[in-house]
């Protein structure tokens, strides 16, 4: 069984930053790309950033030069740094990743995370 476990969500004040980490546990063979998506009340989930296993990373334009996405491999952790934020990146952000496990070497799965809610203030 695998999970994905965010954390270091909350709230802050326009302008302030928050980190946000997401664990990746259970019987992990390989973790291909990772990326946080984020769903808006009344919105659709969209994607923030990805990072795929060779450290390539991309953006969304809305968060480009103040968001900045990073993996530990040795710890199966990725991280979203997120600065200069603003009301409108209020959401629930969610961690994905496509990933093998011991069980099928493989078949690369989708998974994805329970989300933490980050709110900005204005």
């Known amino acids: 069984q695998v999970q994905l476990v965010e954390s270091g969500g909350g709230l802050v004040q326009a302008g302030g930053s928050l980190r946000l980490s997401c664990a990746a546990s259970g019987s992990i063979f390989s973790i291909r790309t990772m990326g946080w998506y984020r769903q808006a009340p009344g919105k659709q989930r969209e994607l923030v950033a990805t990072i795929s296993s060779v450290n390539s990373t991309t953006y969304a334009d809305s968060v480009k030069g103040r968001f900045t996405i990073s993996r530990d491999n040795a710890k199966n952790t990725m991280y979203l740094q997120m600065n200069s934020l603003k009301p409108e990146d209020t959401a629930v952000y969610y961690c994905?990743?496509?990933?093998?496990?011991?069980?099928?070497?493989?078949?690369?799965?989708?998974?994805w995370g329970q989300g933490t809610q980050v709110t900005v203030s204005s």
């Open positions: 994905n990743a496509v990933l093998t496990t011991a069980q099928a070497l493989y078949q690369p799965k989708n998974y």
